[in-house]
């Protein structure tokens, strides 16, 4: 390699590494992280697309955890209220409250945020489940029905996204004793989503999974957007799990009152 190209390529890297730059260190960091995460969706997609052997693990998944079921029915109910709050519904009802907080503590870009992030995942969901157009698993003795395709999960996808979205811009108002807690909880409470689509025999493995990759990336997009739009408004970067603007943690939890 010539010189004045290698001298190029050293530019390039500084410019693309520097914390100063606009598409600096924080922008490449994202970029790759979105990468990451996306990756694996590209193999489940190829997956399903061309009957992989990943789906002998859907159908041996799918038929164990009904049968497990069957022997345990006092737990279908339950296991109906938890997938519930996964939902339309159950997660529009959390998006709502959550910008009239944000609303009446005048936090208006925190609430363009978790509008666009809801939006656009419910829209990115449902356009993947139209390309690719898998049937869901089907049962004689089903423990419920949904409607619609099956890849990738709508609840999976969406309460990682939206309950992902919610954890990032109100966590600036949990003490700082109780973050990692309630990181934890809302981690927690994604994954028993995506087992209950499981289990009640609405998706497949690689549904559910794909369900959480997508919105992890979809979701590592939008921080990333907001991120670069809060430091272009003059505002100093900060760590997503510090909250996306943690300077709001007063305001917020006064409006929660």
């Known amino acids: 390699m010539d010189r004045p190209a290698y001298g ?26 979105l990468l990451l995460v996306a990756i694996p969706f590209g193999v489940l997609l190829v997956q399903v697309r061309r009957e992989g052997v990943l789906l002998d693990v859907d159908r041996s998944v799918a038929t164990g955890l009904h049968g497990w079921l069957r022997d345990h029915e006092s737990f279908a109910v339950l296991l109906k209220v938890v997938t519930a709050i996964g939902t339309f519904a159950g997660l529009g009802t ?3 409250v959550g910008a009239v907080v944000l609303l009446r503590s005048e936090r208006r870009r925190l609430m363009v945020f978790l ?8 829209v990115l969901n449902n356009g993947v489940k139209l390309a690719v157009g898998r049937q869901r698993p089907t049962f004689d003795d089903p423990f419920t029905t949904a409607r619609g395709l099956s890849f990738p999960s709508g609840h999976a996808m969406s309460s990682t996204v939206v309950l992902g979205a919610l954890l990032l811009v109100f966590l600036p108002a949990a003490r700082a004793s109780r973050r990692t807690p309630t990181v934890v909880a809302v981690i927690g409470l994604v994954l028993l989503i995506g087992f209950t689509r499981l289990a009640l025999g609405v998706h497949y493995l690689t549904d559910v999974v794909a369900g959480f ?27 997503p799990l510090e909250g996306l603007e943690p300077e709001a943690s007063t305001a917020l939890r006064d409006a929660g009152r």
């Open 8 to 33: 190029g390529l050293q530019s390039a890297a500084r410019r693309r590494l520097d914390p100063e730059s606009r598409f600096g260190l924080r922008a490449t960091l994202a970029l790759v992280a």
């Open 94 to 96: 959390l998006v709502v």
């Open 115 to 122: 509008l666009t992030a809801t939006v656009g995942g419910w």
């Open 213 to 239: 990759v997508l919105g992890a990336a979809w979701l590592t997009a939008c921080v990333a957007i907001f991120s670069l739009w809060r430091v272009e408004r003059g505002r100093p970067p900060v760590t």
